[in-house]
């Protein structure tokens, strides 16, 4: 079964800093890798996902996550970020014919002016 | 566009009632999905059913049931609802070929159970 860590409960920034969301994941066969933002008093939206290919995956909003093996690691990360930013954000992850995705515990992501 | 709409934003019911929470999505997906959302735990999966009349348990069933009578509904029932239970329950699709394609989300129902 995979499993996935998230290392930080609450990540406060100002606005147009830099903002990294660190994201373990476990599994002994090959995964596949999600990042989720949830804005207030809303449902889940995809932002990125890894499947294979290319290490850095480029999503929505300025949001890119880099996939390392070796360090079981998937982290999330925006150069500048907004006021609109603010959000939980998830990291989630299945294995290779899963219908099911399993979810970290999320990071709350403040950005003040 | 596409959407998986949840029938209710907010529900208060008192403890020892029977409780359904329905869920529907117009894009024509096998798998449908009820998560569960506190804070501090993140999703923890309910029941999903990959077909209709076709379900699986999830991690944390107990309490719980569900019912697909057809494609584009998936109820969750609270037999007999506990204030334990006082939760963001969020439903999700996705289509056959699995997970890696991404679930779609509803925008979730808040239980209050009292």
Redesign the interface.
């Known amino acids: 079964a995979q499993s996935v860590t998230?290392l930080d409960?609450q990540v406060p920034v100002f606005e147009e800093a830099p903002v990294e969301l660190r994201c373990n994941y476990s599994s002994s066969v090959s995964v596949?890798l999600?990042w989720?933002v949830q804005y207030p008093?809303?449902?889940?939206?995809?932002l990125l996902?890894y499947?294979s290919g290319s290490t850095l995956v480029k999503g929505i909003n300025g949001f890119e996550a880099e996939f390392n093996k070796s360090q079981t690691s998937f982290h999330l990360r925006k150069p500048s970020v907004h006021i609109s930013d603010t959000a939980e954000y998830?990291c989630a992850v299945?294995g290779?014919?899963?219908?099911?995705?399993?979810?970290?515990?999320?990071t709350t992501v403040t950005v003040r002016a | 566009d596409v959407k998986v709409t949840q029938s209710s934003r907010y529900l208060v019911k008192r403890t020892g009632e029977k409780v359904f929470l329905e869920c529907v999505q117009d894009m024509d997906h096998e798998n449908m999905f009820w998560y569960r959302q506190d804070p501090g735990l993140g999703l923890r999966l309910i029941y999903f059913s990959y077909d209709v009349k076709m379900k699986e348990k999830g991690d944390i069933p107990e309490g719980y049931s569900v019912s697909r009578e057809k494609k584009e509904r998936f109820s969750l029932i609270l037999e007999s609802a506990s204030t334990n239970q006082t939760s963001m329950y969020l439903c999700a699709s996705s289509p056959s070929a699995g997970a890696n394609y991404g679930y779609t989300f509803g925008s979730g129902t808040r239980l209050t159970v009292v």
Do not use: I, M, T
């Open positions: 998230q409960s596949y999600f989720y008093n809303q449902g889940l939206q995809l996902k499947l998830f299945s290779p014919n899963d219908y099911k995705l399993s979810f970290g515990a999320g």
